[in-house]
């Protein structure tokens, strides 16, 4: 159920041009200071990308844990009625097919985190080492090096910067939904199995052999 | 020594017929095997008067001084109607005795006088037996006229005076006429001789004529006694066995060449081979269909095809239960067949994309697996079934095809006999089948062997375990064995079609994806929005379905390794039992054939000793009993007509003569005067025999054919005791023999020209020459010698070899006979009292 809860929300929120991500992402919220004479509102960034990382996870805990409690509760296996329960608890082939959403995620996860990284670093050489830089190499030399600097900064800081943030927040969102569809597949694995041995207990049949014929 | 001979002869003539005088003869001696020797030899001339009654034998062993009654009980014998009717009826005597022709009797005394008794005794009793015989004849009180004869063997010593109620008084001593000396073996032949003469012929009324009317005067008469005559009885013997031989013979062979045993060899590895296959299909027989191995496998839902004995499929067809209800699939066991592609080209096209898509959502499909928990339930109730039906099915093939092996076998041991039956040729009638017991024998012993070692199918080149049992149990764990090998088999696939995510499930892995795809695609290049999200999904969707493909592309791959072992396991099984029907059809076959070789063995062997036999006691009987001579007896049991003097092949001219016996060798004697060939008596019975043959059924173009067909076919399908077979030769054979014996062309005379000692007349002189008169006394001055020829006819004395002959003497007197196959001379001397 967990990899089926991701789907809708992947469906609801991460389809490209019209999946609702990128509009929740980019509202950031505003803090409002209320003054006497004019309202002030600051809006505190980053937020918007956190709400839709909230809003996602908590629809995607909703669609998988209810149904799972559900099924505890109704004794049935929703994944056996709908014909998924072996592609999705047993199945492991084709490999590539099943593994590379997770694969997409991670590496997207790493360049996304690459990307910040660098321009910390970058923000981080312009604003403090840059003056310290024009002392040491002259005056001359200062506005290209700053110059340079500032163009690969804007590069990244401008590189689809709205989807990015969302990409983060869905990388995040597989990498921890495929830590629950793990953890539920095995639950069900041992399930299965207890099921078979349960089963096999009950055709076993007693067979009684009379002291006599020991 | 006196002769007046030639003073009667102008009287005598001998009677246009005779009539036998019943006779009681008394053999008295001391020594009873001379007597029994004596009696043994008469036997074998006078056998059918013994058998008629007219003679009768009273052998009285060392004679006391006085007559028993015990003696002369068998004159009784003489007096009773029913027998005096029978000679009449017979010929013997001409009336029934009455007033007028009173019964007439004659007693004739043997007197031993060789063997040692005692002269007073024998000459005490001899005395009284006259007036006992008198007296005996008064007691019965029936008219008769009762002569009295005496022959005394050795010498009389004994005054006639006393002996005068006997007449003639006959002796033969050791001494002879001129001195010449006689053994008592000569004695006894001449008495043999003496007393066939007595019996049978005139001989009596010539000595009366010859010895004059005063019987008084003549003291005794010395006689010799000599006969050429046709032994009958050995004649017979030894044409009897040869006729049997005859019959017999043909069913002799040599051993089979080396070329007869690859004939058959040949033939029958290609009979055993077809009947083998025969049974894998139906047949239809006179208009109905009966069903083979693949009939009866198809009914019980197995696709069974073979090609000679090799099997190439044995699968459960797709609407058997065992395909309906175990696998629960047509599909699971037949791949999606090849459309025909035809049509116009974009008809054709359009098929094959068709069939392309199904091939492609097929293959994406879930696979439905059996389920192995009814399967073996399924299975075991199939094989059961199936196991009756076959059995049931192919006892009725088996017993046709039993029945063709029969008539193959019934071919090659007469192929005329077979043909006779109207039946088809089971064999090329233009191939040189060897025929015979022999070859029968060989080709049962060529099939039993091929049954023995050949498998009756073959399946992929692997050897099919004979199902040994046919138990319910059996069945229940033979198919619990091989749902177990399904089971495993359909274990290797669920194992890896559990482990492939269907399409859904690549789906929505996939979908995950897109989203993450697009977002790097995104970042890293500055194409538009559209063409990037189409290029992320045609990228999934391209790895889902190439990645897919290729997994359920192995996933067939490995269904099909399965559904190949499955097939294999079930095809064994199901061949095993098939094997187990054949090979119980094949024992029983083998055990059916085991009977008829033995008894057609038994049957050879008992031919071939039958044939040992009967050469042997024909060698025996033709050393023993060619022509030759006996002191005074000439037997002649060797002639041409009988049994033919050379042997020759009836073919080209005789071929036409004698066209029944075509092919066979024939025994055959040349008449000289015709310049001709004829066929000998025993030969005859066989050319009789075999048109006899040919007149039941055309095909029987010998004997030995319809005896075959209707004596020894039916040992080949009903083995049984051959010794009746052997019976039913020998009693054709002593048919046929007796058919073709010609007493009435063995005349004495006229087979005494074959012999070189009698032949041309030489047989006067012969006899004459043998009948010595045994006597001499030498006591009497008035002696006369007298001949008498005893003859059964005139036709002997006719030409150049009777009394035309050199050898014939004009004074001797004929006397006529009833011993139809001999011809006899006495000499004898009378010799008469001084008075």
């Known amino acids: 159920m967990a990899w089926i809860a991701l789907v809708i929300v992947t469906l609801i929120f991460f389809i490209p041009g019209i999946g609702l991500g990128p509009l929740l992402a980019a509202q950031d919220i505003a803090l409002s200071v209320p003054l006497p004479f004019f309202k002030f509102a600051i809006s505190i960034p980053f937020t918007g990308p956190v709400r839709l990382f909230a809003v996602c996870l908590a629809t995607w805990l909703l669609l998988w844990l209810v149904p799972l409690w559900l099924e505890r509760w109704l004794k049935i296996d929703f994944l056996t009625k709908i014909g998924l329960h072996n592609d999705l ?43 310290l830089l024009a002392v040491l190499v002259g005056p001359a030399l200062a506005p290209w090096v700053s110059g340079g600097l500032n163009q690969i900064l804007g590069g990244l800081l401008g590189l689809r910067a709205d989807w990015s943030v969302v990409l983060v927040v869905f990388c995040v969102l597989v990498l921890i939904a495929n830590w629950g569809f793990k953890w539920e597949q095995s639950q069900r694995y041992i399930r299965d199995i207890r099921q078979i041995q349960f089963e096999r207990r009950k055709n076993q049949k007693d067979i009684v052999i009379p002291s006599t014929q020991i | 020594m006196n002769s007046n001979k030639s003073d009667k002869t102008d009287a005598w003539a001998p009677s246009s ?18 007597l029994a020797n004596l009696r043994y030899g008469l036997d074998r001339r006078i056998g059918a008067y013994v058998a008629d009654g007219l003679v009768r034998w009273t052998p009285v062993l060392n004679p006391s001084e006085t007559v028993s009654e015990a003696q002369l009980s068998d004159i009784d014998f003489f007096f009773k109607y029913d027998l005096r009717q029978r000679l009449v009826d017979k010929g013997y005597i001409q009336h029934m005795p009455d007033a007028d022709h009173p019964l007439q009797l004659q007693v004739l005394v043997i007197c031993d006088m060789i063997g040692g008794v005692s002269h007073d005794a024998v000459m005490a009793w001899l005395e009284k037996l006259p007036s006992a015989v008198e007296s005996k004849k008064s007691k019965i009180g029936e008219q008769a006229e009762c002569s009295l004869a005496l022959v005394i ?26 001195g010449t000396r006689f053994n008592s073996e000569q004695i006894f032949q001449t008495c043999q ?11 009596p009324r010539s000595i009366d004529y010859v010895a004059g009317k005063s019987h008084n005067a003549v003291q005794w008469i010395a006689l010799g006694a000599s006969s050429v005559l046709v032994d009958l009885a050995a004649v017979r013997e030894r044409y009897d066995v040869e006729v049997l031989e005859e019959f017999l013979e043909p069913l002799i062979q040599d051993s089979l060449t080396e070329n007869q045993c690859r004939i058959l060899d040949d033939g029958i590895d290609a009979q055993v081979h077809k009947l083998q296959s025969s049974l894998l299909i139906g047949k239809n027989v006179a208009g109905k269909d009966i069903f083979g191995v693949k009939e009866i496998c198809e009914q019980h839902g197995w696709d069974f ?40 080209f974009y008809r054709k096209l359009f098929t094959r994309i068709k069939y392309g898509v199904k091939l492609y959502v097929d293959l994406l499909l879930p696979v439905p697996l059996p389920s192995p928990e009814i399967f073996a339930s399924l299975l075991a109730e199939n094989y059961r079934a199936l196991d009756a039906a076959l059995q049931a099915g192919l006892r009725h093939r088996a017993g046709l095809e039993y029945q ?27 191939l040189a089948w060897p025929t015979g017991l022999r070859a029968v024998d060989y080709a049962i012993n060529r099939a039993i062997d091929r049954l023995t070692h050949s498998a009756d199918i073959q399946y992929a080149g692997q050897d099919i375990h004979i199902a040994s049992i046919g138990t319910d149990e059996y069945w229940k764990s033979a198919a619990a064995e091989d749902a177990l090998v399904v089971e495993g088999a359909l274990r290797r696939y ?78 064994k099984r199901v061949l095993s039992l098939v094997s187990k029907s054949l090979y119980d059809y094949r024992m029983i076959v083998i055990s059916h054939l085991r009977p008829v070789i033995g008894s057609l063995r038994d049957f050879q062997a008992l031919i071939v000793q039958e044939h040992q036999k009967i050469r042997s006691r024909s060698g025996e009987i033709a050393s023993k009993a060619t022509s030759r001579e006996d002191g005074s007896l000439y037997r002649i049991v060797d002639f041409k007509r009988a049994l033919g003097t050379e042997k020759v092949k009836v073919k080209d001219d005789l071929a036409i003569e004698w066209e029944p016996l075509k092919g066979e060798f024939a025994h055959v004697w040349r008449e000289v005067e015709r310049d001709s060939l004829n066929l000998s008596w025993k030969s005859e019975a066989r050319k009789s025999a075999n048109v006899e043959a040919r007149r039941v059924n055309e095909n029987f ?53 074959e012999v070189e000692a009698l032949k041309e007349g030489a047989k006067w002189r012969w006899l004459f020459q043998h009948a010595h008169p045994l006597g001499d006394s030498g006591k009497s001055k008035d002696r006369s010698l007298f001949t008498v020829i005893l003859v059964p006819d005139d036709n002997s004395l006719v030409g150049s070899t009777g009394r035309g002959s050199s050898h014939w003497q004009s004074d001797w007197l004929v006397a006529r006979s009833r011993q139809t196959h001999e011809i006899s001379c006495i000499r004898g001397v009378v010799e008469k009292s001084c008075e």
Not at chain 1, 92 to 116: G, N, Q, S
Request: glycine share 6%.
């Open chain 1, 89 to 131: 608890v047993h199945a492991y082939r084709p490999p590539y097919c099943i593994k590379v959403a997770v694969f997409l995620a991670k590496i997207t996860f790493w360049v996304a985190l690459l990307k910040a990284v660098l321009i910390l670093v970058l923000r981080a050489v312009v604003e403090l080492l840059l003056p």
């Open chain 2, 17 to 34: 017929t005779y009539y036998p005088v019943p006779t009681l003869i008394i053999p008295c001696g001391g020594d009873a095997d001379r």
């Open chain 2, 153 to 178: 063997l050795g010498d009389p010593a004994i005054s006639h005076d006393k002996l005068k109620s006997y007449w003639p008084r006959i002796y033969l001593s050791k001494t002879g006429w001129g």
């Open chain 2, 193 to 203: 001789n003496v007393i066939a003469g007595f019996v049978a012929s005139e001989l």
């Open chain 2, 305 to 344: 095809k073979a090609t000679g004995q090799v099997v190439e499929r044995c699968s459960p067809l797709p609407t058997s239960d065992i395909a309906r209800k175990g696998f629960g699939s047509q599909w699971w066991l037949e791949e999606a067949k090849s459309p025909v592609f035809e049509g116009s």
């Open chain 2, 404 to 430: 063709h092996l029969l008539d193959i076998f019934a071919f090659l041991l007469n192929r005329d006999s077979y043909a006779g039956e109207n039946r088809p040729l089971p064999l090329d009638p233009n």
């Open chain 2, 494 to 571: 669920k194992r890896l079609d559990k482990s492939l995510s269907s399409i859904w499930g690549v789906i929505l892995k996939i979908l995950v994806a897109f989203p993450l795809l697009y977002g790097l695609l995104d970042i890293f290049t500055s194409w538009p929005q559209w063409i990037v999200i189409l290029l992320s999904a045609l990228a999934l969707a391209i790895l889902g379905l190439v990645e897919s493909v290729v997994w359920r592309l192995q996933a067939r791959q490995l269904l099909r390794q399965v559904r190949e072992e499955v097939n294999t396991c079930l095809s």
């Open chain 2, 701 to 753: 173009k010998k004997v030995e054919t319809a005896l075959i067909s209707k004596y020894i076919l039916p040992l080949i399908e009903n083995p049984a005791s051959p010794l009746d077979v052997i019976r039913i030769f020998e009693e054709t054979a002593a048919r046929w023999g007796e058919r073709e014996f010609k007493p009435r062309f063995m005349e004495t005379y006229v087979l005494a020209e």
